[in-house]
Nanobody, 124 residues
Framework: QVQLVESGGGLVQAGGSLRLSCAAS????????MGWFRQAPGKEREFVAA????????YYTDSVKGRFTISRDNAKNTAYLRMNSLKPDDTAVYYC?????????????????WGQGTQVTVSS
């Protein structure tokens, strides 16, 4: 069982930056691929970024490539999402997720545990 707690969300102007953190409980954090997803009002939850168990491989949805960076610190049981050049379209609740799969997934179904979410609002 893994419990995930996100933090770092908030209100920022367009062009600004935020860093989200996802703190995980337990001693098996390095056994999980970590992903970030987001959900805007009236829309489905969508993939944003993911990182492999070792941290050596990262994946991004096209709309955030070059602006967002996912990372992890296995010694601190924490995953991060650095978001630069934020746009109003990035406004959503951001969720971190942990998945046990061999392959790093981009679907909600690939992840076993989820945090409660943190709100990111980008004003124009």
């Amino acid at each position: 069982q893994v419990q995930l707690v996100e933090s770092g969300g908030g209100l920022v102007q367009a062009g600004g930056s935020l860093r989200l953190s996802c703190a995980a409980s337990g001693r098996t954090f390095s056994s999980y691929n970590m992903g970030w997803f987001r959900q805007a009002p009236g829309k489905e939850r969508e993939f944003v970024a993911a990182i492999s168990k070792s941290g050596l491989s990262t994946y991004y949805t096209d709309s955030v490539k070059g602006r967002f960076t996912i990372s992890r610190d296995n010694a601190k049981n924490t995953a991060y999402l650095r978001m630069n050049s934020l746009k109003p379209d990035d406004t959503a609740v951001y969720y971190c997720a942990a998945g046990r799969g061999v392959v790093v997934g981009r679907s909600v179904q690939d992840y076993n545990y989820w945090g409660q979410g943190t709100q990111v609002t980008v004003s124009s």
